[in-house]
């Protein structure tokens, strides 16, 4: 399938907010790119759906067309679309490996369960959009375990923050999915009420 591979910085300059984290070309540059950069841009209601949507697109490296897929999916489901969207976005395979610490990325985190890397309740998973479950156990392959993004991955642990809804063990890396995330534990920089008026109209 087809996804952005340009530069993230770019992305992030665009939408006015590091969708990386620590992003010091973006701390250098914290205006949109481009020639016309530093003009001053209306922000009509309408733009600021779209900026929204777009970041949230972007935070999760998702084509427009699976972006719409899931807000349906979320409009499906009881509850508030918004929150349910994000829900949907945290509960992708690639997201949850990001979210554990293994990957530095999410883009490296989609990566390397491409190359199937990784084993969902003992199955061989190689699709980043697998929706896991509340419940279900992640491995990486006993095959992968010496590679050097896992074995990196057991030496920065703690680093990073785990969210709660998540449980890792460093020595295997095992990763135990206590719940679905709610909106609080949800950590990102999107407003999602935007993003669901965008839709309605």
Known sequence: MARYTGPATRISRRLKVDLIGGDQAFERRPYPPGQHGRGRVKESEYLLQLQEKQKARHTYGILERQFSRYYKEAARRQGKTGENLLQILESRLDNVIYRAGIARTRRQARQLVSHGH????????????????????????????????????????????????????????????????ERAQIEVPVQEQLIVEFYSK
């Open 118 to 181: 990784f084993l969902v309740n003992g199955v061989k998973v190689n699709i980043p959009s697998y929706q896991v479950e509340k419940f279900d156990i992640i491995d990486v392959r006993p095959k992968s375990l010496q590679m050097l993004p896992f074995v990196a991955a057991k030496e920065s642990f703690g680093d990073r923050p785990i969210p709660a809804w998540l449980q890792v063990v460093q020595s295997n890396l095992r990763v135990l999915v206590h719940q679905l995330p």
